[in-house]
């Protein structure tokens, strides 16, 4: 586990400094290091099985009989599937990534990779432990990604917090002048994400329909103030270092910043329009879905300019600028479910699958390859770059596109009233294709994780 | 000083921000919603359909399908209103793993099941549908449950699990509202709108009448499923004369043949009108090759007279 350069030992407090120039040097591995790239290789162990679990349910839409056994039945592994990458895969690669961006942007060096082997552990028990709980049939009645029972998710927060007071230890000894704002975005995303799991779990709000309320609140923070207020976090100290640009102002920040709090947070039940939610909250989470235009907007052109000022282009630039791409057009794609027709036509297809996937997909996962490939150990050669972004981003294109077609037209079957097995049949197709999809992106797993261990391994 | 204190400023003030947010739009609301009183009357849930839920739940069903009729025009195939608050006051805590469950679900991949205990008011069908969906609906790709029966001497049982799960789907009836609370009013009028304003009467067309009623254990072809439901092809009572005999079979249910299940009261259970019967038996008679004379509606209303008067024919 030894390697000769590593880019993550390195302090750019400014986040000017190209990493590419820096490649040269030769630092010595870190315990630090070392911790980071474990976390990074079970993040992507859960990527590989987390898919697997997906690919095989995406094959049951087209032979639901191929097998019989109870704990692979598709409910029971559904969540499965969900939980595994939005917890073992996406959640601890974002930390395993923000235990090195945010020290870099404080201009500390962390020493001891103690905590987030801690980390690792708590949140490979959750995963570990959890699957087997659902596949058994045990869970926390079925609000979506609260579907581990809460002695499971004990672990999960267990290094939650963990990893928030050793994040907030480097804020504090930071030698920058100011809080850098990948610290501010990852920093609140780690207390959001207590805050949210507490809410989730407590029972004292969940009878009849407040069950419901809370779910729409829980499904939408999890994915707007863990997932993404991780990731722009990230956004904010790699993009200026893969492409040597600068943001457009630190004013604009503070404005995405601040409106993404507020409009974010009010969202929820836009899950759940037409439904037996007190009137009100659906008109709140449609105010806050048009509102979330503004941060998404502010956010995206901070970014952009980072690329237009750019000084270079690292290997790992463009998958970048693909998932600052699907932050946009996901996140209008968003904001336009919520509003009434639309989410006539499109609720409860597979259209929602499709735009689950462009965002947590889209902007996360393929965020989080571009951070493999920036902070990877040896450099990425350009062929294996587009291997890897060909197959998970043509992949994501292949899987969601038809959904979102057939999503459509099963929608608007049945607002012309025609007998639900039409709206079965007429699926078929787009059904095959999302499989399809499904495949290129699972090969690109396959690809990562084989180039990550033998990186990572490299004496 | 302050300058090293800055990002405790700034923490606190996002938590409180954050909280309070979520106050509002989560904890309060919702808070308000665990601690209300009323209840929908007749809807508690017995042991058995409690135990139904729990295996419900278990499998994953909210997966596929969703128990939420919204206040649009275009759920209204799934229930007769919109669902209210009221309809999920049941949902409580029952065990110390597991929040309490609405069961609202997000994915409609099969039918709002809100109602199912209505529109498919049949044990037998539940069953064979369970353990092999593709038996009654050949599209289907619903996973089949063969782990929820049991083989005894050669025939299939289903095990308590089964039984109980299939006694919670019949339980998923939608309850009428208690006096003097109103359904939500229905918005979006775009289903078949025109024709509903401009008569004000159910849908009458028969096939439509067909493919929701009958349909699931007939077959939408006529052909039935053998050693369960009887096929309508070439049937001496659909395409025969003795119009209350066919008229008691759709409104009250058959139980005439050992070697089928039982048919149950379809045409009361969903309130059917003399209209709707009669579009249905013209459809049958006119369909899948037959061209037995029709109907009519007078023929029908004088049928639904003498079943109401309890005289059953013959």
Known sequence: MKSTEVEVDVILPTAQRPVVKVEQQQPRVSDADRATRSALIWAVVWLVVGTTVGEYLGIKFLQPDIDTIPWLSFGRLRPVHTNMVFWGWASLALIAVAHIVVPQQCGVRPQSGKALRWITGLISTTVGVGSVVLALGINNSGGEYREYVWPVMIPFAAAILLSLRTLWSYVKARTTSTIPVTAWYILSAHIFLLTIVTVAYVPLWQGGIGETIVQGYYMHQGVGMWFMMSMLGIYYAVIPQATGGRILSQRLSLVAFWTQIVCYTVIGTHHFVFSAIPWWLQMTALVGSIGMIIPVLAGTINLAVAFRTRQHWHPSAVLFLLSLVFYVTGSLQGTLEAFEYANLVWHFTDYTVAHSHLTMYGIITVGLFGTIVLYAPRRWTTRERTILTTLAVGGLLLYAVPLMVGGTLRGLSWLEGRPFMESVTLMMPFWTWRAIGGTAMWIAHIYVFVIVLRRYRHA | ?314
């Not at chain 2, 295996?55 to 399908?65: F, K, L, Q, R, S």
């Not at chain 2, 793993?97 to 609405?102: K, V, Y």
């Not at chain 2, 049982?157 to 229905?186: C, F, M």
Request: glycine fraction near 6%; hydrophobic fraction near 35%.
């Open chain 2, 1 to 314: 000083m302050l300058k090293r204190q800055q990002h405790i400023v700034l923490f606190v003030s996002v938590t409180v921000l954050f909280v309070a947010l979520t106050a509002v739009v989560a904890l309060l609301p919702a808070h308000h919603e665990t601690k209300r009183r009323d209840v929908m009357p007749n809807a508690q849930l017995t042991e058995e359909e409690l135990e139904g839920q729990q295996v419900y739940i278990a499998e994953g069903c909210v997966a596929c399908h969703t128990q939420q009729v919204r206040n649009i025009d275009m759920d209204m195939v799934w229930g007769k209103r919109g669902s209210l608050p009221l309809d999920y006051t049941n949902a409580t805590i029952t065990s110390a793993l597991r929040n309490p469950a609405t069961l609202m679900g997000t994915e409609r991949t099969g039918p709002d099941l809100t109602d199912i205990g209505r529109r498919i008011p049949s044990e037998d069908w539940h069953y064979r549908h369970l353990y092999d969906p593709r038996s009654v609906v050949p599209q289907s790709i619903m996973p089949s449950y063969p782990w929820l029966f049991t083989s005894e001497n050669g025939t299939l049982r289903p095990t308590q699990q089964g039984r109980a799960l299939v006694a919670y789907l019949l339980s998923r009836k939608q309850r009428d509202l208690p006096d003097g609370i109103a359904a939500p009013e229905t918005r979006w009028k775009t289903r078949s709108s025109t024709s509903r304003e401009e008569s004000a009467t159910p849908t009458v067309s028969g096939a439509e009448l067909y493919a929701s009623y009958c349909a699931s254990c007939h077959q939408p072809n006529g052909a039935g499923v053998e050693g369960a439901f009887p096929p309508l092809i070439k049937s001496p009572i659909v395409l025969g004369n003795n119009i209350d005999t066919y008229v008691s079979i759709i409104m009250k249910g058959i139980d005439a043949n050992p070697s089928y299940a039982i048919m149950p009261p379809v045409g009361e259970l969903n309130g059917l009108t003399a209209e709707q019967v009669v579009a249905i038996m013209n459809h049958e008679r006119t369909s899948w090759g037959h061209s037995a004379p029709t109907v009519s509606i007078d023929d029908v209303r004088r049928a639904l007279k003498k079943l109401q008067s309890n005289q059953r024919p013959e």
